[in-house]
């Protein structure tokens, strides 16, 4: 006596709709998985973009404390060091510092008496450079041992001083800005911070 079989094959059209199916699942899980691994980067970049900010925040404090420090126990002011590098923030002052927000398209190219505070705690001109893919964040340039100033990746400092010129005291203001193109972004990223500093005067 022959038993008949009960089981059978898939058709084609199952096969079609089971690889439809993957292939939809497999797209949705890439798609999930690189928008996380660019989260991921964009927070990091930030983040290294921040201690940048405030490598600049803590130079500017150091040099503005040792002016303070000549200014109040050296009767003839003479500035050396660290101290002498606070009447150069005064000395490219602008009015007023760039306004620059986040609907603006590019970052710039250029910005009034730009500078930055170099690890060697010198002040020194900003002269911005484009993005380039191996310096995919805001930071700045040194040579390969790390000695020279070789320019600013896309940060910057701007000195504004007061314009109510009292006796006796006054402040400076600093806008520190960076600017760069993130992963998978159409439109810059910006960041920046503000910091004003009283300064003591003779007159």
């Known amino acids: 006596m022959q038993l008949k079989s009960t089981q059978r094959g898939d058709t084609i059209i199952e096969v079609f709709i089971a690889f439809a199916l993957f292939g939809a699942i ?26 940048q900010i405030d490598s600049q925040v803590a130079a500017i404090q150091y040099i503005h404390k040792s002016y303070v420090s000549v200014f109040e126990r050296n009767k003839y002011r003479t500035l050396s060091g660290a101290a002498a590098e606070w ?23 250029s910005v009034p008496s730009a500078f930055v505070v170099t690890s060697a705690g010198k002040l020194q001109t900003a002269h911005l450079k484009t993005a380039a893919s191996d310096v995919p964040y805001s930071k700045l340039l040194y040579s390969t041992d790390g000695s020279t100033y070789m320019g ?8 504004v001083t007061s314009d109510d010129e009292q006796p006796g005291v ?13 992963p998978s ?6 960041i920046g911070t503000i910091v004003r500093l009283h300064e003591p005067r003779d007159y």
């Open 170 to 182: 006054g402040y400076v203001d600093f806008h520190i800005r960076a600017c760069w193109i993130g």
């Open 87 to 109: 009447p150069k923030f005064k000395a490219i002052a602008v009015p007023k510092a760039l306004d620059f927000g986040a609907n603006d398209a590019n970052c710039p190219a």
């Open 185 to 190: 972004s159409e439109r810059p990223i910006n």
């Open 152 to 159: 600013s990746q896309g940060i910057w400092v701007q000195s």
């Open 26 to 51: 497999t797209v949705i899980i890439m798609s999930i998985m690189n928008r996380a691994i660019v989260s991921a980067q964009r927070a990091l970049e930030i983040n290294l973009v921040r201690q």
